[in-house]
């Protein structure tokens, strides 16, 4: 079926339009990037022992990952970890058989006696020491998928914006 030219522009007028929403979408998710990326003297430091330390079993996007979670103030504090952590854990508290399928869906550590000192920002944990042992290193990564991201959405949003212009300016003479 070929479509008529009023057909055709309208259809274009609405794909423009959905367009330059998934670039607004591509500029928030490039600012969600820059976001997370903090310098170390923009995080909170506490040095008080948490309420609760505990290492739970999650999914992200499908796939099982294990996730080191600190609940102090009401405030849900995480990280995702690796087996090196797990490990370092398993050191400081004794137990010698942890690993990531050692322990059901999660495991609450007993804080006694021990010194604690963790950065954050917002609900993500940057840095953990557990009675002066770094248990998560402060690791700044790099902005590079931030300015990509922001690179695209800029010049997606630009096209866009040219082509509804366009779409305004000459109308229909445009497909003619």
């Known amino acids: 079926m070929i479509l008529s030219k009023e057909h055709y522009y309208k259809r274009r007028w609405f794909l423009a339009i959905l367009f330059l929403l998934m670039g607004f979408w591509l500029l928030y998710l ?3 990037l820059f976001t997370y990326n903090k310098n170390k003297s923009e995080l909170i430091t506490k040095n008080s022992t948490p309420s609760i330390i505990k290492i739970e079993k999650i999914r992200i996007s499908g796939s099982p990952s294990v996730a080191l979670t600190i609940v102090n103030d009401n405030a849900k504090i995480s ?3 690796n087996d090196d952590i797990i490990n370092k854990l398993s050191e400081i508290y004794n137990l ?5 399928y050692s322990f059901g869906s999660e495991l609450i550590f007993n804080n006694n006696r021990k010194s604690y000192t ?5 609900d993500r944990l940057y840095q953990l020491e557990i009675n002066d042992v770094e248990v998560i290193v402060y690791n700044k990564s790099k902005s590079f998928m931030g300015f ?5 959405a800029l010049a997606w949003i630009s096209f866009q914006i040219w082509v509804l212009y366009t779409l305004k300016t000459k109308g229909l003479k445009a497909y003619g």
């Open 30 to 32: 490039s600012y969600g």
């Open 79 to 81: 990280a995702i970890i």
């Open 96 to 100: 010698p058989d942890l690993n990531k």
């Open 118 to 122: 963790y950065c954050y920002f917002k």
């Open 148 to 152: 990509l991201v922001l690179i695209v």
